[in-house]
Every structure is written in C-alpha cells, then in structure tokens.
C-alpha cells in the first residue's frame, strides 16, 4: 500500500445499555491501482500515544476493514461499485432479542463514516 494515515472517529450515541459512545483510533492504508482500475483501502485499530483514552468513550481496540472501489468509468466521475469488510468488538453484550432483531431486519451497526 502507498498512503498511509491516522484517524480518530468519535461516534456519540445516546447513552443508554447496550450501546455507549464510542471511539476509534485506526490506520488507513490505501492503493490506486490505474492499470486494474481499482482502489483498495485497509483499516485496523492501533494505539497512538498522542491519543489517549477518554472517560467519555469506550474506546474500540479490534477494528479491521477492507473496501475494493471500481469507479464506473474512472476516478474522476461520479458513480463507482464497492465491496465493504467490516469487523469490530462492541465490547457489550446484546440481549438475545436485539441480536434477533439485527439479522432478521438487515440493519448495520455500522457508527463512524468512511472519510
């Protein structure tokens, strides 16, 4: 991978069980590859000594995720396909009914934007 980059993503959520804010502390690594058309970007959690934990937020220390984006036509018009991995520890456990709720609806507990 060629660019690399740090971040930080609070994820503020009303504070109530099972789910409290949240933030994560990750590294970006991506690649533009012109000749296959496609850009592939990797993320994982890492701790940084300029950022540390807040009181405020539980920190999410397992992050991964892996995205492939082909453009339509190319990088520099509007439109493109993307496959999204994502994994992290929520560090909480959902009731049973929550958990059933999740998968049988479709919904993504997804909390912090891709920038």
């Given at each position: 991978m060629n660019h690399k980059y740090l971040f930080k993503i609070m994820s503020t959520l009303p504070p109530?069980?099972?789910m409290y804010s949240r933030d994560y502390?990750?590294?970006?690594?991506?690649?533009?590859n012109l000749e296959?058309?496609?850009m592939i970007l990797v993320s994982r959690a890492v701790q940084?000594?300029?950022?540390?934990?807040?009181?405020?937020?539980?920190?999410?220390?397992?992050?991964?995720?892996?995205?492939?984006?082909?453009?339509?036509?190319?990088?520099?018009?509007?439109?493109f396909d993307y496959l999204l991995t994502y994994s992290d520890d929520p560090q909480t456990a959902?009731?049973?009914?929550?958990?059933?709720?999740?998968?049988?609806?479709?919904?993504?507990l997804i909390s912090h934007l891709l920038c």
């Open positions: 109530q069980y099972p502390v990750y590294v970006r690594r991506y690649e533009v296959s058309n496609l940084h000594p300029r950022v540390p934990e807040s009181q405020d937020y539980v920190r999410v220390h397992s992050y991964q995720s892996k995205m492939v984006i082909r453009p339509h036509k190319s990088f520099d018009e509007n439109g959902f009731p049973r009914y929550c958990v059933s709720w999740m998968v049988s609806s479709g919904e993504h």
